[in-house]
């Protein structure tokens, strides 16, 4: 059984095992910042540093991050495994996430980025989808909460080696 630690926001109870894989990958892709020399700035996920008005509206992104051909974009890291259905390789994300990542680009005025660091491909790339596309996507009920299914195949992304090759500027072909 796990260790049940409870998370800010509607999300519930997660898994501890499930949280420390995300700080795990947000670990890694907060060296890979670093070394790389970009310009971030993290954001703590605390409750005293987000408005009481937007708990449960609006999700709060990993990074902000500066790139001179994007601008500030919004990064938040996920720590999830890809799946596997008769359609192929996919990501999942909590619908009302998705939602919650387009209230904060309308109201920021800044995209929101996922990306993705699963730990079996051992945190060394990053399948980063802008949220502005995830919240398109139908979603499927799966115990008792709804999630959308980002699918490799039928979803524009892009995969970035977390390494010294990688570059997020690469990430203008999306938009």
Request: one cysteine or more; aromatic letters at 16%.
């Given at each position: 059984?796990?260790?049940?630690?409870?998370?800010?926001?509607?999300?519930?109870?997660?898994?501890?095992?499930?949280?420390?894989?995300?700080?795990?990958?947000?670990?890694?892709?907060?060296?890979?910042?670093?070394e790389?020399?970009?310009?971030?700035?993290?954001?703590?996920q605390?409750?005293?540093?987000?408005p009481?008005?937007?708990?449960?509206?609006?999700?709060?992104?990993?990074?902000?991050?500066?790139?001179?051909?994007?601008?500030?974009?919004?990064?938040d890291?996920?720590?999830h495994?890809?799946?596997?259905?008769?359609h192929?390789?996919?990501?999942?994300?909590?619908?009302?996430?998705?939602?919650?990542?387009?209230?904060?680009?309308?109201?920021?005025?800044l995209?929101?980025?996922?990306?993705?660091?699963p730990?079996?491909?051992?945190?060394?790339?990053?399948?980063?989808?802008?949220?502005?596309?995830?919240?398109?996507?139908?979603?499927?009920?799966?115990?008792?909460r709804?999630?959308?299914?980002?699918?490799?195949?039928?979803?524009?992304?892009?995969?970035i080696?977390?390494?010294?090759?990688g570059?997020?500027s690469s990430?203008?072909?999306?938009?």
């Amino acid at each position: 059984m796990y260790f049940l630690m409870r998370v800010w926001g509607n999300m519930g109870y997660v898994p501890r095992e499930k949280q420390d894989k995300g700080v795990r990958a947000e670990h890694a892709f907060r060296a890979w910042l670093n070394e790389k020399g970009y310009s971030f700035i993290y954001l703590e996920q605390s409750t005293t540093t987000f408005p009481e008005k937007f708990h449960g509206t609006i999700k709060r992104p990993d990074f902000l991050i500066g790139l001179f051909r994007l601008g500030s974009i919004f990064v938040d890291v996920k720590g999830h495994r890809r799946y596997e259905d008769e359609h192929g390789s996919y990501f999942s994300l909590p619908a009302d996430e998705a939602q919650q990542y387009r209230m904060l680009e309308t109201f920021m005025g800044l995209p929101v980025w996922l990306a993705y660091v699963p730990e079996d491909e051992g945190l060394q790339v990053a399948y980063f989808f802008p949220a502005s596309l995830v919240v398109n996507l139908p979603a499927l009920a799966y115990n008792g909460r709804k999630f959308v299914k980002i699918h490799l195949g039928t979803v524009t992304f892009k995969r970035i080696a977390l390494d010294r090759s990688g570059q997020l500027s690469s990430l203008c072909e999306l938009v």
